[in-house]
């Protein structure tokens, strides 16, 4: 047990300098002010309901223009699944319409919503009622994190985060619930992080977001069992999603952060392949396995204090 533990300490010391941004898709990646966010949700591109491909299943992903949300969009474009992609930006969107419609032959939709508003999750959810969606996978990806964190950040990004990370999960899921239901058996992916299983003094509100969306998910997964919803939580290591990230993670972990790293691309495969086999937590790439299972075994004091201390090295 002795070995196990001292492993866990050098695991925890290499990893704790991650920054955790590399986790979502690319609009997470910055302090968000109230003053520069949409005042309302809105959607630029709205299509009848008879412009709408009927020949197969729908998949819709919130945060599936870039990074990780886009791997996912096209491991399921690759499966045959026409889609439904969500994001605040229209170029982002109307980029990863294009390609995925051209190579994997598939429809795509885009709507255009900050996923933080409240309002967002029920506009999004009568346009697919409206249309009669035959919605079979709802992928919750949208976050926010990055280098800073709570004592670090405006009240208004914090709110945001909180928003972003868990609430438009929640509200995307209920709001849906009636579709998904009616097109059973579905599915339900919700990202999450290895953040989630641990509390991490230099990441303490993503890590503890990040940890409502594990929990969430794993009570999900009973509460829908009788509906036949099966309900995955992704909770990945590093990703290489922007080039800063590759320089970033190299700096400070070395090699044993390029050994733990998992491409965008493998990750949104690995996703999409285990939870369409009903896989609860996923964790893409060995050393994140192994890691992730060294995590949960040590008592939370120890893992405060480790990840505390690697902090304060910065």
Known sequence: MKRIYLFAVIVFIFTSGRSQSSLQTGLAFHTVSSANSFPVSFNIQDSNSNDLNRTGDYALVAGGSKGIGYAIAEALARRGYNLILIARHLDSLNSAKNKLEYEYHVHVEVLVYDLSFDNAATDIAKWCTDRNIPLKMLCNVAGFGGAKDYLSLPLDSLRYMINLNVGSAMALTLTLLPLLEKNAPSFILNVGSMAGFAPIPVKNLYSATKSAVVFFSYSLSYQLKEKNISVSVLCPGPVFTKP??????????????????????????????????????????????????????LPRQMIVNIYGKAGDKK
């Open 244 to 297: 800063e990230i590759v320089e970033d993670t190299k700096k400070k972990l070395g090699w044993f952060g390029s050994l733990m790293a998992v491409p965008p691309e493998k990750v949104g495969e690995i996703a999409v392949s285990e939870t369409l086999d009903h896989k609860m937590v996923i964790v893409p790439g060995t050393v994140s396995k192994i890691t992730a299972f060294l995590i949960r075994l």
